[in-house]
């Protein structure tokens, strides 16, 4: 009896530890379930922050350099950057080791901090600290590399902003704000119009990464063109200036109309009529910088969107010579071409000029610019064409019937404005600013000969140029006469020359016909 019931009792233990572990089981993936060891983090992490708050009452802000992805400089770093050159200057700021730039007057020189300096700034009672650092990318740093190249690699600047808790709405609402308007008022102050290119020296390297930061390089703008001493019909440089000016002052409009702020002109003539010279003057007239991209050094469309995207607002970005710049026939040219050579001989020297025309070509291909038609489209009004604003882009060329029309209808090219040859208002203008004189006997013979020979406004402007001490109007008028008088006698001649041509290739047309129709009478 006893054996059974100690079986019995036995039976019984294993079948509670049973259950319990199937309740304990079931229990256990419940309690997974509810993920209870985010559950004690997050208030590990809160209880950890409450802790350092008290131990630690300073909240800090970080601006870095750049953006987002690298694509463009922050505004709100090169904004502190301006804002904290006075504290930078002050002795009581406590900087040891500044960096210098120069400045618009040219005694002076714009300070600011270098790495790992701090300086303190009151505002409303509160004192901040400004530190600025750098820090090298983390090396399994992710993003579009192959696209920025070696500039997402570099170091990257910071300014940390810290401060005391108890200041964090005022710092945090008005202070920054504060910070930022100052900062926009100091580079306006300080601004400096400047001149950038894309041919900076930098190369890709043997990863196939852009070794350089910026794609751009830099002069200051020190050109005196202006509207002023611009030798132009008046009434056309009025309407330009005009146009201009409704440009400058039309964020507005172009915001309600919803177009990007941005405007293209095409300034097309013969060689010598001022394209480059109006450029100038446009710059100066609204106060822009000048960005002028040598398209044959582009490597690809992407690197052509680059550029884009790291000018800035309140800029005149421009290709000369555009119609040699961006060659999208040669290569189909070369091409037919080689294939045409080929096709002319035997069977192995057909092989063999075929190869070597595949290797020059395979070789060209890796040095040119690969830039296409659609990307300069794309460039001038495709959806990046819209970031940032006021900008005006500019194509000038010698020969406007060899671009697509594609590239310069209205929407990309929005006003096309002709450089002609020197008119008579033009050269009076140019006399009187060359030899201030506003009449001359010799002006009536300089409008005869303007209207029958071609010059160009710098051909002009030359001729009316004193070379020596004893170069007066006289000699100088004189001397543009002579050189009207000989452009006259060379264009006519020419046209000569033309008529002829002309002539003798309808005198044997006509002789071809003649024979033809002979041949057909002796048929009959």
């Known amino acids: 009896m006893e054996a059974s019931s100690s079986l019995w009792s036995g039976v019984n233990s294993g079948i509670v530890l049973s ?23 997050r208030h590990s992490r809160r209880l950890s922050r409450r802790l350092a708050a008290a131990l630690d009452p300073y909240l800090t802000v970080t601006i870095a350099e750049y953006d987002g992805g690298r694509m463009r400089r922050s505004d709100a770093y090169k904004e502190a950057q301006a804002y904290l050159q006075r504290a930078t200057r002050e002795a009581r700021g406590g900087v040891r080791h500044l960096k210098a730039e120069p400045d618009r007057d040219p005694d002076r020189l714009v300070l600011s901090m270098g790495d790992n300096e701090e300086v303190a700034d009151e505002f409303r009672g509160a004192t901040v600290w400004w530190l600025a650092y750098t820090a090298q990318p983390r090396e399994d740093a992710g993003g579009p590399s192959y696209f920025w190249g070696r500039a997402s690699r570099a170091e990257r600047r910071f300014y940390r902003l810290c401060f005391l808790e108890r200041d964090r709405d005022l710092i945090l609402g008005e202070y920054l704000p504060h910070v930022r308007r100052e900062g926009r008022a100091v580079m306006v102050k300080n601004r400096q119009r400047k001149l950038f290119t894309n041919i900076s020296g930098d190369s890709w390297d043997s990863d196939g990464f852009w070794s350089g930061g910026s794609s751009w390089s830099h002069v200051v703008f020190e050109h005196p063109k202006t509207f002023a001493t611009l030798a132009m019909d008046p009434a056309k440089k009025k309407e330009i200036m005009d146009d201009l000016d409704a440009f400058r002052g039309g964020k507005d409009y172009y915001a309600r109309v919803g177009k990007a702020w941005k405007r293209g002109y095409l300034l097309y003539g013969p060689p010598g009529t001022g394209k480059s010279t109006m450029i100038a003057a446009m710059a100066n007239y609204l106060d822009y910088d000048v960005y002028d991209i040598e398209l044959t050094s582009v490597r690809t469309n992407t690197d052509l969107r680059k550029l884009f995207i790291e000018t800035t607002s309140k800029s005149i970005i421009v290709i000369e010579d555009i119609d040699c710049s961006l060659d999208l026939t040669g290569k189909r040219m070369k091409k037919e071409s080689a294939e045409g050579d080929g096709e002319s001989k035997d069977g192995g020297d057909k092989k063999d000029g075929a190869e070597a025309a595949s290797k020059e070509e395979e070789k060209e291909d890796k040095s040119a610019s690969k830039v296409t038609l659609s990307g300069v489209l794309n460039f001038i009004d495709g959806l ?5 604003g006021e900008r005006i882009i500019v194509f000038t060329t010698n020969h406007v019937e060899k671009l697509d029309p594609a590239l310069i209808r209205r929407g990309r090219m929005d006003k096309h404005i002709e450089m002609s040859y020197c008119c ?24 005869s000969l303007l209207r029958e020979a071609d010059m160009t406004p710098a051909d002009v402007a030359e001729n009316l140029t004193p070379k020596g001490p004893g170069e007066d109007a006289d000699s100088c008028l004189a001397a543009l006469v002579e050189a009207l008088q000989k452009a006259k006698e060379k264009a006519l001649a020419k046209k000569a020359k033309e008529e002829a041509l002309a002539a003798k290739k309808a005198r044997g047309k006509a002789k071809e016909a003649a024979a033809a129709e002979e041949a057909d009478g002796d048929d009959e």
């Open 19 to 41: 259950l319990l572990a199937v309740v304990w089981t079931m229990l256990w993936q419940g309690l997974q379930g509810l993920q209870l060891q985010h559950f004690f983090g």
């Open 384 to 388: 990046w064409s819209a970031c940032g």
């Open 424 to 447: 008579f208002e033009s050269f009076r203008f140019l006399a009187r600013v060359y030899l201030d004189v506003d009449a001359h006997p010799l002006f009536d013979a300089v409008a």
